[in-house]
């Protein structure tokens, strides 16, 4: 294998952990967000408050966009697999 191939590799894996991980953090950043801001008018200051919601909020991020995140991993994992008799001729 090539240093090329190999930094080819890990800048795809590299690009499907971003793609994969950024509805989940987009989800858990913006009910944060919200929280603080609903803690910062009401004046509570509880740490844990934004537990329950970041956790319900990524559960339904989950469950809607679970399909997708498998699909991108598993056609990531396929291609993968499949060129790995090419990847030692080279």
């Known amino acids: 294998m090539t ?38 008018a009401t004046q509570i200051n509880e740490m844990t408050l934004s ?7 990524m559960f339904l991020v989950m469950v809607f966009a679970g399909p997708w995140m498998i699909t991108i991993m598993t056609d990531y994992m396929h291609r993968l697999f499949t060129s790995i008799p090419w990847l030692a001729v080279g």
Do not use: H, N, W, Y
């Not at 590799?9 to 950024?22: D, H, K, V």
């Not at 509805?23 to 910062?40: D, H, R």
């Not at 537990?51 to 909020?57: R, S, T």
């Open 51 to 57: 537990f329950i919601p970041k956790l319900l909020v």
């Open 3 to 40: 240093p090329e191939g190999a930094m080819a590799i890990g800048r795809q894996a590299l690009e499907i952990t971003f793609m994969i991980s950024a509805p989940l953090l987009l989800a858990a950043l913006a009910t944060g967000l919200l929280v603080s801001i609903f803690q910062a």
